[in-house]
């Protein structure tokens, strides 16, 4: 079984400021790893995801994640935040065969001018 | 192109009733999956479809059930519905099975009452 632990619900940061949003994550098979992020009024919408390869994933947009395996942990940052990054993050799980998906319970990320 | 699209986008029901909400996915995109999320929480798992046949189900009761139509959309059916089941219903829908990129749709947000 997998599940998936954001510990912060909300994050209130100051715009430019630099930020991080905990993940964490158990499971019992190989997983590969997701940010959704859902801006006021949208959909969920893919952020950046750790397949393979290099621990360090980057987003368009300026966030990364790094999967740490001995931590069982998916981490995003960013340096400096902007007053648009405001919105709500989740992070998940997905088995290797695709066909599930456990999502955190969400960070809602708080950019203050 | 347009994106996943679902209606109703919003429904009142009242308890012991029945629902069934519709979900078109983006053209090309022969899989769908719903998803459950509560207020408060991240998406939950309902089912998978892919090509008319159910690839993975998540832990809900046998009220759920779910088909995939020939033109690859989807209808979620809920009975008896309890006040638990108020809820915003994601659908999302990607190429294949084994593809991560999903995308998902705005939702229909169930009240129960």
């Known amino acids: 079984a997998q599940s998936v632990t954001q510990l912060d619900s909300q994050v209130p940061v100051f715009e430019e400021a630099p930020v991080e949003l905990r993940c964490n994550y158990s499971?019992?098979?190989?997983?590969?790893l997701f940010w959704y992020v859902q801006y006021p009024n949208q959909g969920l919408q893919l952020l950046l995801k750790?397949?393979?390869?290099?621990?360090l994933v980057e987003s368009i947009n300026g966030f990364e994640a790094e999967f740490n395996k001995s931590q069982t942990s998916f981490h995003l940052r960013k340096p400096s935040v902007h007053i648009s990054d405001t919105a709500e993050y989740f992070c998940?799980?997905?088995?290797?065969?695709?066909?599930?998906?456990?999502f955190g319970s969400g960070t809602k990320l708080n950019v203050k001018p | 192109d347009a994106g996943v699209t679902q209606s109703p986008t919003h429904l009142i029901k009242t308890r012991g009733q029945q629902v069934t909400l519709r979900c078109s996915p983006i053209?090309?995109?022969?899989?769908v999956s719903w998803y459950q999320q509560v207020l408060g929480q991240g998406p939950q798992f309902i089912f998978q479809?892919?090509?008319?046949?159910?690839?993975g189900r998540g832990n809900f009761p046998d009220r759920f059930s779910a088909r995939q139509f020939p033109n690859y959309s989807s209808e979620l059916n809920v009975n008896a519905l309890l006040l638990g089941d108020s809820a915003l219903y994601l659908c999302?829908?990607?190429?294949?099975?084994?593809?991560?990129?999903?995308?998902f749709g705005p939702g229909t947000r169930l009240t129960v009452t």
């Open positions: 999302a829908s990607s190429l294949s099975p084994t593809d991560y990129e999903q995308y």
């Open positions: 499971s019992s098979v190989s997983v590969y």
């Open positions: 750790y397949l393979s390869g290099s621990t």
């Open positions: 998940a799980v997905s088995p290797y065969n695709f066909n599930k998906f456990y």
């Open positions: 053209s090309g995109h022969k899989s």
């Open positions: 479809y892919y090509e008319k046949e159910e690839r």
